[in-house]
């Protein structure tokens, strides 16, 4: 199941091999904010309300599973005194790669460089248009069961990965997804509703652009399955296919052309983005 999200694959992983640890710096700061929290008297889930963050999202932090934002480390400098600790050491926070497929963690890497994305999607909504619910259902579905440990830091290296859609705003993003995805109901109606509420408000920029492919549409130039494609600095062109437990980074210019094509091709045949919006609209009116 997927990404997509990751930050993760868009299916994710299990084996804890595959899970590097958490940066040095993300648990230090997490140990920090564990500490001040405690001293303050707080639960996790009394503090995640007072700084507007689920208590999920405070103990992937505490744990050094997912790199505090700038509106959380404000919010818990209110809340815990403003000592200014907080502020001074989120400036030496580093990603880890907590969560990430080891297949997946190259193409990852690739996609925070990268001057274009381009996504196509048939078997679940893209990993970077995931809300939180709708990841943390994927991942309780997986097979063979992942620890809560896991599941956590499944989810927050897929909220993680997202921040590029907001941290890169002169990159073009492009997705076109499926009608069938976007009107499976993973997770129940609310985790649906959610879903479509998350997929309109992450499309709006005016760098990021979804089409839709239709239930009725007669011709459907990716029959093969999911396909990403970027571009580097540098001009080169490179694609990523991923399935069962397995991704491969597509390098060789003649096949990743070829994808390119295919990519394109789809482009023409999925709805227009003004009629994709349209349609989650009617969607979001079923929820």
Request: hydrophobic share 40%; proline share 4%; net charge neutral.
């Amino acid at each position: 199941m997927a990404g997509g999200a990751g930050v993760g694959s868009e299916t994710g992983a299990c084996e804890a091999e595959r899970e590097p640890a958490p940066s040095d710096s993300l648990r230090t700061f997490g140990a920090v904010v564990q500490a001040l929290r405690e001293h303050a008297g707080l639960s996790r889930a009394q503090f995640g309300e007072l700084v507007r963050f689920s208590k999920h999202t405070v103990e992937s932090v505490e744990l050094g599973r997912r790199m505090a934002d700038a509106s959380f480390v404000e919010r818990a400098e209110e809340v815990l005194g403003n000592t200014g600790a907080l502020r001074h050491s989120a400036r030496f926070l580093t990603r880890g790669e907590a969560g990430l497929a080891a297949w997946f963690r190259r193409w990852a890497r690739l996609e925070r460089v990268a001057v274009s994305l381009c996504t196509y999607e048939c078997r679940l909504v893209p990993g970077l248009l995931q809300s939180e619910g709708y990841a943390r259902a994927l991942f309780e579905n997986r097979i063979p069961l992942l620890t809560d440990e896991q599941l956590e830091a499944q989810v927050a290296a897929r909220m993680e990965r997202q921040r590029m859609l907001y941290e890169r705003p002169t990159v073009p993003f492009h997705f076109i997804v499926e009608e069938a995805v976007l009107r499976r109901r993973l997770g129940g109606a609310e985790v649906w509703r959610e879903q479509l509420n998350h997929v309109l408000e992450h499309t709006s920029p005016r760098n990021v652009t979804l089409q839709i492919m239709p239930l009725e549409a007669e011709y459907h130039s990716c029959m093969d399955g999911p396909l990403r494609l970027l571009e580097t600095p540098e001009g080169r062109r490179l694609a990523y296919s991923e399935g069962q437990e397995s991704g491969r980074l597509i390098g060789d210019p003649k096949e990743a052309r070829v994808l390119q094509q295919r990519y394109d091709t789809l482009r023409s045949q999925a709805l227009h983005p003004k009629d994709s919006r349209a349609l989650l609209e009617r969607l979001r009116g079923e929820a």
